[in-house]
Every structure is written in structure tokens, then in C-alpha cells.
């Protein structure tokens, strides 16, 4: 690791890097429900969205699932899985038009490489959980 210094500040929730070739992006997740007895065991991820710090790129996917939705995940995110149009579709019924998971995490990543200039920056991803 370089000299980069990172500092959180609490109050504002934002992120500081000294390193000019450094790209922070924000990003959150939407998942089928959570597991915490087992690690998250069974649990799949429904949409990334992502921002870099300097809001000049940005990044929404959507992925079908495997396995069934949590109704309280559900209610968290309004995300279902609708099998006559085979899409998740939101509180309103409107598709996302997801994709496969593993085209979903390659275009994640192809972000994320554009991100950092096609791999000359370094990438700092920070979550916001709750």
C-alpha cells in the first residue's frame, strides 16, 4: 500500500485521499434478504448501484436471482421477482430489465476498471450500511 492517507469524517459521511491517482466510489448494494446467523449464506445480490466521489460516472445494474426474495427484503427495497416477464420489477410493477448475475458483476467491474482509467488509478470502494 502507498502513502495514501484515508480519513472518515463522521459527520458528513464523506471519504479524503491524498493520492491524486486514488478514485473513491460509492456504491450499495440490494440483496434477497439477509442471513447474519450464517454469514450471509444464501443470500444474492439483486443491484449495484455506484458513484464515483467527483459524480462525473456512475452505475446501476440490475441481476436476476436464483433463489427467492425475503418478504422483508422486499419491503426494504421493493424489488420482486415477477416469473410472467422474468425481470424484477419495482413497488410499481415496472421491470429492470436485469440480467444474469455473472453479466451483472462483469459489468460492475468493467465500471469499475473505466473508473480508474482503465487500471492507472487506484480504486477505494466505500459502503454506507445501515
Known sequence: MDSCA?????QSGLVWCCHEMT???FYDLETTGLN???NHDGVQILSIGAVTADGNQSFKNYMLPTIRISDGATRIHGLRYDQTVDDLVDRNG???KAEDKDVGLENFMEFLW???DQGTSNVILVNKST
Open 6 to 10: 484515508i480519513q472518515s469524517g463522521k
Open 23 to 25: 478514485v473513491v466510489v
Open 36 to 38: 447474519s446467523r450464517y
Open 94 to 96: 415496472i421491470g429492470m
Open 114 to 116: 473505466t473508473a480508474s
